[in-house]
């Protein structure tokens, strides 16, 4: 997995997805507790929590949460936020590839594209491996992916986004390819941090992600002791995927 989300991209991080909906992915999240748990979910594990967003929120509403990353800058964010929640809170640096903490949770969570940060089948394989040795039996594990058969169709573009801040403004361009063989494409950012129209901070960074499609997802979660209970679109999830959206979730159940 290449070193991706250092210092100057977790600075950005959070203005750049200010408008992200976490309340409502975390509502979602509890709808499939509702609909699909096995047994009370109290313990969360969120793997590749990045800076705390839906950790946060779901402490906040009751869940003891552990929010694991592998890079420090982004945990460095999420620990420096103010919490206030009835449940508990804790974050750990490791990578989900091999992650151990020695303890089982009620449900999982791989949210915004984690897993598709892992590009080798082996290292896929063993993320999922990680999240099925932390749960108990029937418990949930929830992720998200980018959906091959959309990721063909729509092509990734050359795109720009604005960001207004305090001082000035975060102008961030994302320029992707494809390798269609290996199911990976490579997204190269470039941000820009303005303050009073000039440029005080520009850094690079270069994800390599990989794309799913739905056999090969079932195939992997068998492998990891997983069954795969649904696949939606993201986030309307009570709609199948289809080649209008990129994003798709994948609830699946340990056995």
Request: aromatic share 10%; charged share 25%; proline share 2%.
């Amino acid at each position: 997995m290449n070193d991706v989300f250092g210092g100057d991209y977790a600075d950005s991080y959070d203005s750049l997805y200010s408008t992200k909906d976490y309340a409502s992915e975390c509502d979602l999240i509890e709808q499939i507790f509702e609909i699909h748990g096995h047994g009370a979910i109290a313990r969360v594990l969120d793997l590749g929590c990045g800076t705390g967003n839906h950790a946060l929120e779901l402490s906040r509403r009751g869940y003891d949460v552990v929010g694991v990353d592998r890079s420090t800058s982004m945990l460095a964010r999420a620990r420096q936020k103010r919490f206030h929640g009835r449940g508990t809170l804790a974050f750990r640096q490791g990578d989900t590839r091999s992650l151990d903490l020695g303890q089982t949770f009620d449900a999982a969570l791989m949210m915004f594209a984690v897993l598709g940060y892992q590009v080798e089948n082996r290292d896929v394989l063993s993320a999922l491996q990680t999240a099925r040795r932390h749960l108990r039996a029937d418990a949930l594990f929830i992720f998200d992916v980018w959906y091959g058969p959309a990721v063909l169709s729509q092509r990734p573009s050359l795109r720009f986004q604005a960001t207004p801040t305090t001082d000035g403004q975060i102008l961030r361009s994302a320029a992707g390819d494809l390798d269609v063989r290996h199911h990976v494409c490579t997204v190269a950012y470039h941000i820009w941090r303005l303050a009073d129209r000039l440029v005080v901070a520009e850094s690079s960074e270069t994800h390599v992600m990989r794309y799913f499609f739905p056999m090969e997802l079932e195939v992997l979660l068998e492998c990891a002791g997983f069954t795969l209970v649904r696949l939606g679109a993201f986030p309307d999830v009570d709609r199948n995927p289809d080649v209008t959206t990129w994003n798709c979730l994948a609830v699946a159940r340990a056995a």
